[in-house]
């Protein structure tokens, strides 16, 4: 069974940073692409990264780019989002999904989500 | 970047009833569209991709359709777990866009 098992998230002031993790377990981890999407309270889903199946390509929202970075650990199953700068406007549920294997850019699981909040 | 509108924003229907929900992008997508399902409180999944297929363990009464600019996500008959919000999002171009949501609601 995929599982997805976001950590990381909770209080932070504005300028701070934070970093998310995401587990995964139940499939071959080394042979999905994966993403970040976002979700402000009571708002819509806005996509954050999405990094390649090694770590060599990632790609990024205009919003978060330059403040946020996406990486991977391959040996221990696990997605990262570091987060600098944080603003007012970062506050969401952060959710990691996988993305299809074939497709790479659509997202056929999802973790229940960390919530980050950005306040002082 | 591609801008997604749904419509409506609410639609509310009875169980059994028959719901279609409008994404249109603002530039031609292709066929690279998928549909969400959001019920409160949980992750969002997956229900159909490239416009018209049905993702694994979605239910036949889910139905996709629409190519290049208009899409149409068809539900034929409502299911009382069906009521929640549905998000389209296109892969056609870099970023990632979503649509802003089409609430189904129980009348």
């Known amino acids: 069974e995929v599982q997805l098992l976001e950590s990381g998230g909770g209080l932070v002031q504005p300028g701070g940073s934070l970093r998310l993790s995401c587990a995964a377990s139940g499939f071959t981890f080394n042979t999905y692409a994966m993403t970040w999407v976002r979700q402000a309270p009571g708002k819509g889903l806005e996509w954050v990264s999405t990094i390649s199946l090694s770590v060599g390509s990632t790609s990024y929202a205009d919003s978060v780019q330059g403040r946020f970075t996406v990486t991977r650990d391959n040996s221990k199953n696990t997605l990262y989002l570091q987060m600098n700068s944080l603003r007012a406007e970062d506050t969401a549920v952060y959710y990691c999904?996988?993305?299809?294997?074939?497709?790479?850019?659509?997202?056929?699981?999802w973790g229940q989500g960390t919530l980050v909040t950005v306040s002082s | 970047e591609i801008v997604l509108t749904q419509s409506p924003a609410t639609l509310s229907l009875s169980p059994g009833e028959r719901a279609t929900l409008s994404c249109r992008a603002s530039?031609?997508?292709?066929?690279?569209l998928a549909w969400y399902q959001q019920k409160p409180g949980q992750a969002p999944r997956l229900l159909i991709y490239d416009a018209s297929n049905r993702a694994t363990g979605i239910p036949a009464r889910f139905s996709g359709s629409g190519s290049g600019t208009d899409f149409t996500l068809t539900i034929s008959s409502l299911e009382p777990e069906d009521f929640a919000v549905y998000y389209c999002?296109?892969?056609?171009?870099?970023?990632?866009?979503f649509g802003g949501g089409t609430k189904v609601e129980i009348k």
């Open positions: 999002q296109q892969r056609s171009s870099w970023p990632l866009t």
């Open positions: 530039q031609s997508v292709s066929s690279f």
């Open positions: 999904a996988r993305c299809d294997y074939t497709r790479k850019t659509d997202f056929d699981y």
